[in-house]
C-alpha cells in the first residue's frame, strides 16, 4: 500500500520576478506546519524587503504573490495573488 506524502507548507521569497522566472535561489526560506499559516505569512510578511513570495507544497508552487506599490490611504497592504496554472501533459499528436 502506498503511504500518502507528508504536505510540506514553505514559503520562498525573492528579489524579482525575473530572478524567479530565472531559476535563482530563493533569498529566504520559511516552512509551515500548516497552509494556512503558510499563505498568510506569504501574503504579509517581509513587506518592502522582498516583492516576491512564492506558495510551495512541497516542490509544487501553488501561487505567486507580488507587492503593489505603497498606497497611503490603506492602513495595511498585501501582497497580490497570482495562482500558478496547472502544467497540461505534452501530447504527441496534432
Same mark, same amino acid.
Given at each position: ?6 504536505? &510540506?507548507?514553505?514559503? #520562498?521569497f ?7 522566472? =530565472?531559476?535563482?535561489?530563493?533569498l529566504?526560506? @520559511?516552512? +509551515?506546519a500548516?497552509y494556512?499559516?503558510? #499563505? ?9 524587503? +522582498? !516583492?516576491?513570495?512564492?506558495l510551495?507544497? &512541497?516542490?509544487? @508552487? ?8 505603497p ?5 495595511? =497592504?498585501?501582497? @497580490?495573488e497570482i495562482?500558478?496554472? !496547472? @502544467?497540461a ?6
Open positions: 500500500m502506498l503511504e500518502a506524502k507528508p504536505q &510540506n507548507w514553505s514559503v #520562498l525573492h528579489a524579482t520576478l525575473a530572478a524567479w522566472r =530565472q531559476g535563482d535561489i530563493a529566504c526560506r @520559511v516552512e +509551515f500548516s494556512e499559516q503558510a #499563505l498568510a505569512w506569504a501574503r504579509t510578511q517581509e513587506m518592502g524587503q +522582498f !516583492p516576491l513570495a512564492t510551495m507544497e &512541497n516542490d509544487r @508552487v501553488l501561487a505567486v504573490y507580488l507587492e503593489p506599490p498606497d497611503p490611504l490603506l492602513m495595511r =497592504q498585501e501582497r @497580490v495562482p500558478a496554472l !496547472p @502544467v501533459p505534452a501530447s504527441g499528436g496534432h
